[in-house]
């Protein structure tokens, strides 16, 4: 199946995109096995991983595309559905859920009218989760982008995200 769905800009036409993405499978010989680094290039030049994305990998690696589909849904960085500008990776890590991550998940998504795992209608933001980011002393954390957000209280919310707007 081909979808229509556009490039992110900055990496010029889909004509282009495919190009790029098929020279880089040529330095790999368009080996199976360079399956992982080829996903993750793409992933890269296209933003998240289509589904025509995923049909041409398989073509070109000579491997079933439910191989490929089997690759890109298992490993948490890669990502089906397009991704926002800003990524918001709440911890779910122990010392952040004992503080109220849980409330802090609600809370965003109550704000941002999305579900784990989601982005925005804008486009802006997408809600995914983590298992520790390395902030455990000002748990509950998250981040957004490059920024990490410690002590965040569900009634913070909306004004850090309004940073972001
Ligand atoms: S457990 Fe949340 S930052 Fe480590």
Not at 25 to 33: G, K, L, M, Q, V
Not at 44 to 66: C, I, N, T
Not at 87 to 106: H, P, Q
Not at 154 to 165: D, E, P, T
Request: hydrophobic share 40%; aromatic share 8%.
């Amino acid at each position: 199946m081909v979808t229509t769905e556009s490039a992110p800009t900055g990496w010029g036409t889909e004509q282009a995109l495919f190009a790029a993405l098929d020279d880089y499978i040529d330095t790999h010989d368009a080996a199976p096995d360079s399956l992982i680094e080829v996903l993750h290039r793409a992933q890269e030049m296209f933003g998240y991983l289509r589904q025509d994305v995923l049909v041409h990998v398989a073509k070109r690696l000579s491997l079933p595309e439910a191989r490929v589909y089997g690759v890109a849904t298992f490993y948490h960085l890669f990502s089906l559905k397009p991704r926002g500008k800003y990524e918001i990776l709440v911890c779910m890590g122990t010392a952040c859920y004992v503080r109220g991550a849980e409330a802090l998940v609600n809370a965003l998504e109550k704000q941002l009218d999305v579900e784990m795992g989601d982005t925005t209608a804008d486009g802006l933001f997408t809600l995914s989760a983590a298992r520790c980011i390395g902030a455990c002393g000002i748990a509950p954390a998250m981040r957004i982008g490059n920024d990490v957000h410690g002590k965040v209280e569900s009634k913070h919310v909306r004004r850090i995200l309004r940073a972001y707007k």
